[in-house]
């Protein structure tokens, strides 16, 4: 049992000692601290640094160049813009991973000068007693009506520094002036301004631009620059599939270096405003595209223009270059063919993490864009999550368009809305999301940064996640186990269903513990744009949002920012167990498609890589046969990141952060019967967790020691179970093991059971046993089947309930006592048998299997008594009697005496509205 009293005093150790050892907790996953669209930037911001060194300064004002930029004026160069003002950010704040400064400003150059070759720019010499511009022969031209960039490249030749900013005076534009900008004696800066002629301006040829200094530091100078004014073009543009308009994302790259909007959409800043989340640096950017409903009409500079579609990941993008006159009107129809039909192969995607609201948080948008954009992005299933947010001067819960369960009126059997709920701890457990659940799990969120300066730290994020899953629902970590710092405990408790935005490293820990978690990912929406990292989930038959949960549930998945992924070994599909032997052959085989140049394609197992091909095309396999050897989990992976931004310690294959990379969950292998396990993973793990039960006891806020003691038993708990992980893995497969073993390990099988009434008696019964009768009768409760293999080999069923009362949906584990006097170790199977049939047949209402986790096998162990865990899960509601039919490596033919047992099941129905006819 947890030691009770171990973290107590932490609450009066001196104030040094537990920064020290908080300081610790928060070396693991750093990338954490961007946490989905609450960026922050670090307290010692530049604008609080007096003096700033000259260095320091300089790096500074491009920071704030390069984020403007991406703020205000959408271009090709976005990537390099943001990976750039990361790299002058990490200057600014001392970063002790910042470039050299050579090689900063050598990148840096680079940059503007490929900014001045994208944007409109002029260079101007400005002396002691002068300024000049440089081109006076080529005139800069600008569209009437239409706002642009205006680069200012400032060489100042004087011995003093300047400060300046540009200001045109014969233009208008809706933004303040811009600020001023140091120019270093002897250097040059680039002063960003924007412009756009007045609509009167018939005769403009000539732009008065003014060098302002602050008052008292000098005169304002002008130049007079040589100017073309053109009227705009005119786009009216379709996207069509097939026969029909259908929505789509337009990107509109115009002679200016900019990208435009257009249509219906253009100043829905919910589209077009995001977070830069990844790298955290506390600034917005503009995304390169809008969205349209399938018709769209926008004016443009003349000159060269591309216009380029974009629907989902399954369809190549439709890209359009012209050239375009002033004043002229160019229609366009342009039509996205689809590669590949995921859906038609049974995968379903899905975004497992939106908030359909604005980027303030709280106020919603309507359900009818949501379903417009999943349209345009091929989105199959978006789960729209409710939150809690209150600070001291508001508070809100939202989305709030519709209650839990689905939105019938936006699902259909091609596109489902589904209401959930993201519940929440920022302080200590993480971030939780919810699906397939019926009503709000209260109190929502938790702690003082969730749910207000007043809020206690209680309940756990484990009672939450009881809760939900009382409901039929499933729990997934939103943000990997950064942010989710509970994330390892609630692993080794059968508390976590999937895993959002995981940094594969971590996630591979996990799978070296024995565990089986399925990948899965969500946008965060309005964090990111709606289905920018989504999951994949291949159902069974028709789709149906209740088949998308159970593929989850049985790890069928892979998560992508743009490629497909297909992994299969001996033809075991993703999600999949291989029973094999050592010296035996596994046939792995991965396919990639994509919509653009693939980049690294890797087959990895058990951490190392198997196999790679590098691939500039749009489609790749790899197939390699290996000897099992030990037993492995096998995953596919591929990543082209071309953004920069895995330099800056995020990875090439985390999904989330960034465009043109997917991972499978794995196919996973067993030799003799045994999980993946890796010592140092699950060492890992305990001492993390016991680095997290030190920060509860330190920062936690509870209302009495009793909530206290809840939290850190729980986190202890864990970390015990992780450090017996090996020996019970071991002992769960051994027929020698002791009353002592299974007593520890049998307890740790009825925590994973979840928060049943009978759970807490459970444990209490078996820690008091002293034989294995006893140690039988503390397992009754949970034992509803009993099973016994005479020495002939034949199998004995019995059901110790007439009855058993299940819900609709919710998954429900329950024990069967084996008595095994042959010593067989074949593995246990049973299957159900609707006799209600005519004939009798497989039950197609509900699944039963047994369970294999680290700490319960479904081989026997040879043993004479010994329990095995069962799982069934009822999707149809009512009263039916099933055969239950056991074999122990038999197979069904040839079973014996009594090898099946009948067995009532009542499952009550989910709540009315969970059934939506597709």
Same mark, same amino acid.
């Given at each position: 049992?947890?030691?009770?009293?171990?973290?107590?005093?932490?609450?009066?150790?001196?104030?040094?000692?537990?920064?020290?050892?908080?300081?610790?907790?928060?070396?693991?996953?750093?990338?954490?601290?961007?946490?989905?669209?609450?960026?922050?930037?670090?307290?010692?911001?530049?604008?609080?640094?007096?003096?700033?060194?000259?260095?320091?300064?300089?790096?500074?004002?491009?920071?704030?160049?390069?984020?403007?930029?991406?703020?205000?004026?959408?271009?090709?160069?976005?990537?390099?813009?943001?990976?750039?003002?990361?790299?002058?950010?990490?200057?600014?704040?001392?970063?002790?991973?910042?470039?050299?400064?050579?090689?900063?400003?050598?990148?840096?150059?680079?940059?503007?000068?490929?900014?001045?070759?994208?944007?409109?720019?002029?260079?101007?010499?400005?002396?002691?007693?002068?300024?000049?511009?440089?081109?006076?022969?080529?005139?800069?031209?600008?569209?009437?009506?239409?706002?642009?960039?205006?680069?200012?490249?400032?060489?100042?030749?004087?011995?003093?520094?300047?400060?300046?900013?540009?200001?045109?005076?014969?233009?208008?534009?809706?933004?303040?002036?811009?600020?001023?900008?140091?120019?270093?004696?002897?250097?040059?800066?680039?002063?960003?301004?924007?412009?756009?002629?007045?609509?009167?301006?018939?005769?403009?040829?000539?732009?008065?631009?003014?060098?302002?200094?602050?008052?008292?530091?000098?005169?304002?100078?002008?130049?007079?620059?040589?100017?073309?004014?053109?009227?705009?073009?005119?786009?009216?543009?379709?996207?069509?599939?097939?026969?029909?308009?259908?929505?789509?994302?337009?990107?509109?790259?115009?002679?200016?270096?900019?990208?435009?909007?257009?249509?219906?959409?253009?100043?829905?800043?919910?589209?077009?405003?995001?977070?830069?989340?990844?790298?955290?640096?506390?600034?917005?950017?503009?995304?390169?595209?809008?969205?349209?409903?399938?018709?769209?009409?926008?004016?443009?500079?003349?000159?060269?223009?591309?216009?380029?579609?974009?629907?989902?990941?399954?369809?190549?993008?439709?890209?359009?270059?012209?050239?375009?006159?002033?004043?002229?009107?160019?229609?366009?129809?342009?039509?996205?063919?689809?590669?590949?039909?995921?859906?038609?192969?049974?995968?379903?995607?899905?975004?497992?993490?939106?908030?359909?609201?604005?980027?303030?948080?709280?106020?919603?948008?309507?359900?009818?864009?949501?379903?417009?954009?999943?349209?345009?992005?091929?989105?199959?299933?978006?789960?729209?999550?409710?939150?809690?947010?209150?600070?001291?001067?508001?508070?809100?819960?939202?989305?709030?368009?519709?209650?839990?369960?689905?939105?019938?009126?936006?699902?259909?059997?091609?596109?489902?809305?589904?209401?959930?709920?993201?519940?929440?701890?920022?302080?200590?457990?993480?971030?939780?999301?919810?699906?397939?659940?019926?009503?709000?799990?209260?109190?929502?969120?938790?702690?003082?940064?969730?749910?207000?300066?007043?809020?206690?730290?209680?309940?756990?994020?484990?009672?939450?996640?009881?809760?939900?899953?009382?409901?039929?629902?499933?729990?997934?970590?939103?943000?990997?186990?950064?942010?989710?710092?509970?994330?390892?405990?609630?692993?080794?408790?059968?508390?976590?269903?999937?895993?959002?935005?995981?940094?594969?490293?971590?996630?591979?820990?996990?799978?070296?513990?024995?565990?089986?978690?399925?990948?899965?990912?969500?946008?965060?929406?309005?964090?990111?744009?709606?289905?920018?990292?989504?999951?994949?989930?291949?159902?069974?038959?028709?789709?149906?949002?209740?088949?998308?949960?159970?593929?989850?549930?049985?790890?069928?998945?892979?998560?992508?920012?743009?490629?497909?992924?297909?992994?299969?070994?001996?033809?075991?599909?993703?999600?999949?167990?291989?029973?094999?032997?050592?010296?035996?052959?596994?046939?792995?085989?991965?396919?990639?498609?994509?919509?653009?140049?693939?980049?690294?394609?890797?087959?990895?197992?058990?951490?190392?890589?198997?196999?790679?091909?590098?691939?500039?095309?749009?489609? !790749?396999?790899? %197939?390699?046969?290996?000897? $099992?050897? /030990?037993?492995?989990?096998? #995953?596919? *992976?591929?990543?082209?990141? +071309?953004?920069?931004?895995?330099?800056?310690?995020?990875?090439?294959?985390?999904?989330?952060?960034?465009?043109?990379?997917?991972?499978?969950?794995?196919?996973?292998?067993?030799?003799?019967?045994?999980?993946?396990?890796?010592?140092?993973?699950?060492?890992?793990?305990?001492?993390?967790?016991?680095?997290?039960?030190?920060?509860?006891?330190?920062?936690?806020?509870?209302?009495?020691?009793?909530?206290?003691?809840?939290?850190?038993?729980?986190?202890?708990?864990?970390?015990?179970?992780?450090?017996?992980?090996?020996?019970?893995?071991?002992?769960?497969? !051994?027929?020698? %093991?002791?009353?002592?073993? $299974?007593? /520890?390990?049998?307890?740790? #099988?009825? *925590?994973?059971?979840?928060? +049943?009434?009978?759970?807490?008696?459970?444990?209490?019964?078996?820690?008091?046993?002293?034989?294995?009768?006893?140690?039988?009768?503390?397992?009754?409760?949970?034992?509803?089947?009993?099973?016994?293999?005479?020495?002939?080999?034949?199998?004995?069923?019995?059901?110790?309930?007439?009855?058993?009362?299940?819900?609709?949906?919710?998954?429900?584990?329950?024990?069967?006592?084996?008595?095994?006097?042959?010593?067989?170790?074949?593995?246990?199977?049973?299957?159900?048998?609707?006799?209600?049939?005519?004939?009798?047949?497989?039950?197609?209402?509900?699944?039963?299997?047994?369970?294999?986790?680290?700490?319960?096998?479904?081989?026997?162990?040879?043993?004479?008594?010994?329990?095995?865990?069962?799982?069934?899960?009822?999707?149809?509601?009512?009263?039916?009697?099933?055969?239950?039919?056991?074999?122990?490596?038999?197979?069904?033919?040839?079973?014996?005496?009594?090898?099946?047992?009948?067995?009532?099941?009542?499952?009550?129905?989910?709540?009315?509205?969970?059934?939506?006819?597709?």
């Amino acid at each position: 049992m947890p030691n009770r009293n171990r973290y107590r005093h932490i609450r009066f150790l001196p104030t040094v000692v537990v920064l020290t050892v908080l300081s610790c907790c928060h070396l693991f996953d750093m990338a954490a601290s961007a946490h989905e669209g609450h960026t922050s930037v670090p307290a010692n911001s530049s604008s609080e640094k007096a003096p700033l060194s000259r260095r320091v300064a300089e790096a500074d004002q491009y920071f704030q160049l390069f984020t403007t930029l991406v703020a205000q004026w959408p271009n090709v160069l976005k990537d390099e813009l943001i990976a750039q003002a990361v790299a002058e950010h990490q200057v600014v704040h001392g970063n002790p991973g910042a470039m050299p400064m050579e090689s900063l400003r050598s990148k840096r150059t680079e940059l503007c000068r490929r900014l001045e070759n994208l944007l409109p720019a002029i260079h101007v010499d400005w002396n002691e007693s002068s300024v000049s511009l440089r081109d006076t022969d080529s005139p800069l031209r600008i569209c009437r009506s239409l706002t642009s960039p205006l680069l200012t490249i400032i060489h100042n030749h004087g011995d003093q520094d300047l400060t300046l900013r540009a200001v045109p005076i014969h233009s208008y534009a809706d933004e303040q002036p811009p600020n001023y900008v140091r120019v270093a004696a002897g250097s040059e800066m680039t002063l960003l301004t924007s412009l756009c002629p007045e609509q009167k301006s018939e005769s403009l040829d000539r732009l008065e631009i003014s060098l302002e200094q602050p008052p008292g530091e000098g005169s304002r100078r002008s130049i007079s620059v040589p100017v073309t004014v053109v009227e705009p073009a005119v786009i009216r543009g379709i996207v069509r599939e097939g026969d029909r308009d259908v929505p789509g994302r337009v990107t509109v790259q115009c002679q200016d270096g900019v990208c435009r909007y257009g249509g219906e959409f253009a100043t829905h800043s919910t589209f077009t405003d995001k977070p830069i989340i990844y790298p955290p640096i506390g600034t917005w950017q503009k995304t390169t595209f809008f969205y349209t409903a399938g018709r769209f009409e926008m004016k443009v500079p003349p000159g060269r223009t591309s216009v380029e579609v974009q629907r989902g990941f399954e369809h190549l993008p439709s890209k359009v270059e012209m050239d375009l006159n002033a004043g002229e009107i160019r229609e366009l129809e342009l039509e996205c063919n689809r590669i590949v039909d995921m859906a038609e192969q049974g995968w379903i995607s899905g975004d497992t993490h939106v908030h359909w609201v604005t980027n303030a948080w709280n106020v919603d948008e309507p359900l009818e864009l949501l379903a417009m954009v999943q349209r345009a992005e091929d989105l199959r299933v978006a789960n729209n999550l409710t939150l809690l947010q209150r600070y001291a001067n508001q508070a809100f819960i939202k989305p709030s368009q519709s209650s839990m369960g689905p939105v019938a009126e936006f699902s259909n059997s091609q596109f489902h809305v589904q209401m959930g709920e993201e519940y929440r701890n920022e302080d200590l457990y993480g971030h939780l999301c919810f699906l397939n659940i019926d009503w709000l799990v209260q109190p929502i969120g938790t702690g003082s940064i969730i749910a207000g300066p007043d809020s206690l730290d209680y309940p756990i994020n484990r009672t939450a996640i009881d809760a939900c899953r009382d409901q039929g629902g499933i729990s997934i970590e939103a943000h990997g186990t950064g942010g989710n710092k509970d994330v390892p405990v609630n692993v080794i408790h059968n508390a976590t269903d999937s895993l959002d935005q995981m940094e594969p490293e971590m996630y591979y820990r996990l799978l070296d513990c024995g565990f089986r978690l399925p990948l899965t990912n969500g946008s965060d929406h309005p964090a990111r744009t709606l289905g920018i990292a989504r999951a994949y989930v291949k159902v069974d038959g028709p789709f149906t949002y209740a088949k998308w949960i159970e593929g989850i549930r049985r790890g069928r998945t892979f998560t992508t920012s743009g490629p497909l992924l297909f992994l299969n070994v001996n033809d075991a599909e993703i999600g999949d167990v291989i029973h094999t032997g050592a010296t035996d052959n596994l046939r792995i085989k991965a396919k990639v498609i994509s919509r653009h140049p693939i980049g690294r394609f890797q087959i990895v197992s058990n951490g190392k890589v198997l196999a790679e091909k590098v691939i500039d095309g749009l489609t !790749s396999e790899i %197939e390699l046969s290996i000897a $099992a050897s /030990e037993s492995r989990w096998i #995953v596919a *992976r591929c990543s082209n990141r +071309t953004d920069g931004r895995s330099e800056f310690g995020f990875g090439d294959f985390n999904v989330i952060t960034g465009p043109g990379v997917a991972h499978t969950s794995p196919v996973y292998v067993q030799v003799d019967a045994r999980p993946r396990l890796d010592p140092a993973a699950a060492q890992y793990w305990a001492e993390r967790m016991r680095m997290h039960a030190v920060e509860i006891a330190a920062k936690g806020r509870f209302a009495n020691v009793a909530q206290q003691d809840e939290a850190v038993d729980y986190i202890e708990q864990g970390v015990a179970m992780f450090r017996s992980l090996g020996q019970q893995t071991r002992s769960a497969r !051994s027929r020698d %093991e002791s009353l002592q073993e $299974a007593k /520890e390990r049998l307890a740790n #099988v009825v *925590r994973r059971f979840g928060n +049943t009434r009978e759970t807490e008696s459970v444990l209490r019964a078996i820690s008091e046993c002293d034989s294995q009768r006893t140690l039988s009768d503390a397992l009754a409760p949970l034992t509803w089947l009993a099973a016994s293999v005479n020495p002939e080999s034949r199998v004995k069923i019995s059901a110790k309930r007439e009855r058993i009362e299940l819900l609709q949906g919710r998954p429900q584990r329950f024990l069967i006592q084996l008595e095994n006097t042959a010593g067989i170790t074949a593995p246990l199977g049973i299957q159900a048998i609707d006799i209600t049939a005519d004939p009798p047949q497989a039950a197609t209402w509900c699944d039963i299997r047994v369970i294999d986790s680290p700490f319960s096998s479904v081989y026997c162990t040879g043993a004479v008594d010994e329990f095995k865990v069962v799982e069934i899960l009822v999707h149809e509601e009512g009263l039916r009697e099933v055969r239950l039919v056991a074999d122990v490596g038999q197979g069904t033919q040839d079973l014996g005496f009594r090898a099946t047992a009948d067995i009532q099941i009542h499952a009550e129905p989910r709540r009315a509205h969970q059934s939506v006819e597709n």
